[in-house]
């Protein structure tokens, strides 16, 4: 048995002595007594890929978990409430509302980082824990409140890929991003960590997140990109797009100007592996043509946990997961043992147990360690691209972007390895 499993079995033995500690000492949290979490998902709106996957990912998680109840003959279940925010921040706000109602203190989610921005001060106020599985803005990783994220801020994916197109020979970039704390933020990051590479960022196109025609945004996109072709060699321009799913609508517009598919782009994680943009033709087409590479945080597929529950989430969704799936895959187990381990009703006592939980689990998508300000500490990115084969169109992986030791990031192609 390898040292990953060993790991895991000791965090459940570990999570049935806290429950049995607290069961002996209040009546709330009797052996029978269900254990009732709170998830805020996308499921339908611009993120809606990202949502899909992650409620068939929580369906797995709350399975395995009450197999494992089962298993040593507990009464316990756990049931998961999902709330569809439909990738709206209002709509987010709503939702969290109806989950504190029915008195659940524990939420998986928000996805989007604008829809954390909307509900954080209503969670910080009444005592709910949100524990997002794809929240990345950097602006919202605050030491001390009542959000923690499993997956890293976008400082760490802003610097990842700016190396990236360093390494591509890109010296010229041109944004085109949402406005809203993700997208502005990203591209924040991205500016700083390009040009400290000597690399030159230009004034970009920026949208607003509920225009539903970005034809105009487009075309002032091109206009940029002509400008900056016929001054710079054509080769070292690239467009960087930090979008949700409008992509779909945003390559099935850009295909319609020559000088926008002369030049690469490069994607976020608010693009790889959308459902929506392969299964749309023209804006597959147009990403194959531009040789999209779209980075999201990754994983280490030799984990034992993530190969065995990794297949079933994606026999179940019908295509391979976003990565953030794999994180409420764990985020439902830690919320669990936070149940567990934590005194009911004492927000410090379940943010003190979320430390000490997320110090030590191994799950699916590895170590959940956070940092002082409850977000992932330790980070790869997957690198993806669209590609066609038997005549359809699919994502795949074109490399990882790994940083093993502190300043010293190693970049995948393949089977290449480029240490910078």
Not at 142 to 149: G, H, T, Y
Not at 193 to 200: I, M, V
């Amino acid at each position: 048995m390898k040292r990953t499993t060993f790991i895991f079995i000791g965090i459940l033995l570990m999570a049935t002595l806290w429950s049995g500690c607290i069961e002996s000492t209040s009546e709330a949290t009797s052996e029978s007594e269900d254990i009732t979490i709170g998830a805020l998902l996308p499921l339908t709106g611009n993120l809606a890929s990202i949502g899909e996957a992650s409620q068939v990912a929580l369906e797995v998680s709350t399975e395995d978990i009450n197999g494992y109840f089962s298993g040593l003959g507990s009464g316990k279940n756990v049931e998961v409430i999902v709330k569809d925010t439909q990738s709206n921040p209002e709509t987010a706000l709503e939702q969290l509302k109806e989950l504190d109602e029915m008195g659940i203190t524990m939420v998986i989610g928000p996805q989007a980082s604008n829809e954390v921005e909307a509900v954080l001060d209503y969670a910080n106020e009444n005592g709910i824990i949100l524990l997002s599985t794809a929240s990345t803005a950097p602006s919202l990783g605050i030491p001390d409140d009542n959000l923690f994220r499993l997956v890293p801020d976008d400082t760490n994916q802003g610097m990842a890929l700016a190396k990236f197109m360093q390494q591509d020979e890109i010296s010229i970039v041109i944004p085109m991003y949402r406005n809203d704390v993700w997208g502005n933020g990203l591209v924040d990051e991205i500016e700083m960590s390009f040009e400290a590479l000597d690399g030159t960022v230009l004034e970009g196109v920026i949208y607003e997140t509920n225009n539903m025609d970005l034809s105009a945004e487009v075309e002032s996109l091109n206009e940029k990109v002509v400008a900056a072709t016929s001054e710079y060699n054509e080769e070292s321009v690239a467009v960087v797009l930090c979008s949700y799913g409008e992509v779909t609508d945003i390559f099935a517009l850009a295909q319609e100007y020559p000088a926008l598919s002369e030049v690469d782009w490069y994607g976020t994680d608010g693009i790889a592996l959308n459902d929506g943009l392969i299964n749309d033709d023209d804006a597959a087409n147009f990403a194959a043509a531009t040789n999209l590479k779209a980075p999201m945080y990754g994983y280490v597929r030799a984990n034992d946990r993530y190969q065995e529950i990794a297949p079933k989430i994606e026999e179940q969704l019908g295509r391979v997961p976003e990565s953030y799936a794999l994180t409420t895959y764990d985020a439902c187990w830690i919320a669990t043992f936070v149940d567990l381990d934590a005194l009911p009703d004492d927000d410090e006592s379940i943010k003190m147990a979320m430390d000490t939980i997320t110090d030590t689990y191994f799950g699916i998508s590895g170590w959940t360690i956070l940092n002082e300000n409850g977000d992932r500490e330790y980070w790869n990115y997957d690198i993806w691209t669209v590609t066609e084969a038997d005549g359809s169109n699919q994502w795949e992986l074109y490399g990882k972007i790994l940083l093993p030791v502190k300043d010293n990031m190693i970049i995948m192609r393949g089977e290449e390895l480029i240490f910078v």
